[in-house]
């Protein structure tokens, strides 16, 4: 019954391995996002994707690569791991019509490099 | 460009204490504001919201009026509760595709 589902909750991993976190929605939703949280709790949006299509990029390194294979699934691979890169991913989708729609997010996966 | 500011935490209460968080915003436009809440451990949900000047959006005894005069969008409990005790997210957007989030504020409720 998971609405927006992340996998892993939680990753240690080296500097400078690459790494995949897995996203999936089953609300039918047409537009999947992927968040960054900091360690002050900061959230930041960082890429949003409609009907498999990037339609939004923040200023993100490009070590960062979303990958959409139908419009269920957003995963985002991450590429040369930095120790500034640790942080929670949050994963959300959105219905993408209408106005004053709302976001459902997902537990988040806490990433660590060490 | 739009922007949310809340008020800086933590903020540590008793039980059956009254609650306000502030938050006020910039934007153009007029977008909808959002209450999200993230428990201990667990992703954000969507606490309550209000999509025009003067709705209040209600959950769980949570309250918050849109304010344009004022630009805020303040949270209100009448009596917390230990369960409430999580971290609260101000956002802002014309609909999901852009949210804007403040900083998030800390409440922890104490027995």
């Known amino acids: 019954d998971t609405a927006v589902s992340q996998t ?12 995949s976190i897995k ?5 039918g939703h047409d537009t999947m996002y992927w968040y960054k949280q900091d360690s002050k709790k900061f959230l930041k949006i960082m890429f949003s994707y409609n009907n498999k299509e990037l339609i939004i990029n923040e200023t993100v390194p490009n070590r960062f690569s979303p990958k959409s294979p139908d419009k269920a699934h957003l995963n985002l691979h ?16 959105s219905p993408s019509r209408g106005q004053n729609t709302e976001a459902f997010f997902g537990q988040g996966t806490r990433l660590t490099v060490v | 460009g739009n922007s949310v500011t809340q008020m800086e935490g933590p903020v540590t209460l008793s039980e059956e ?13 007029y977008p909808s504001l959002f209450w999200y809440v993230q428990y201990p451990g667990e992703g954000l949900q969507l606490l309550l919201k209000a999509t025009k000047a003067d709705d209040k959006g209600s959950n769980k005894g949570f309250e918050a009026t849109y304010r344009k005069e004022t630009t ?13 005790s999580a971290v609260y997210f101000c956002a802002l957007g014309r609909n999901a595709q852009k949210l804007v989030f403040g900083q998030g504020t800390r409440l922890t409720i104490n027995p």
């Open chain 2, 72 to 84: 805020s969008f303040h949270l209100e409990k009448g009596s917390v509760q230990v369960s409430d």
């Open chain 1, 8 to 19: 892993p909750k939680y990753l240690v991993t080296q500097m400078g391995n690459d790494k």
């Open chain 2, 17 to 29: 204490a009254f609650l306000t968080i502030n938050c006020t915003y910039t934007a153009t436009g």
């Open chain 1, 78 to 93: 991450i590429n040369s791991l930095e120790l500034g890169d640790s942080a929670v991913y949050f994963c959300a989708s």
């Open chain 1, 23 to 27: 996203c999936e929605q089953n609300l």
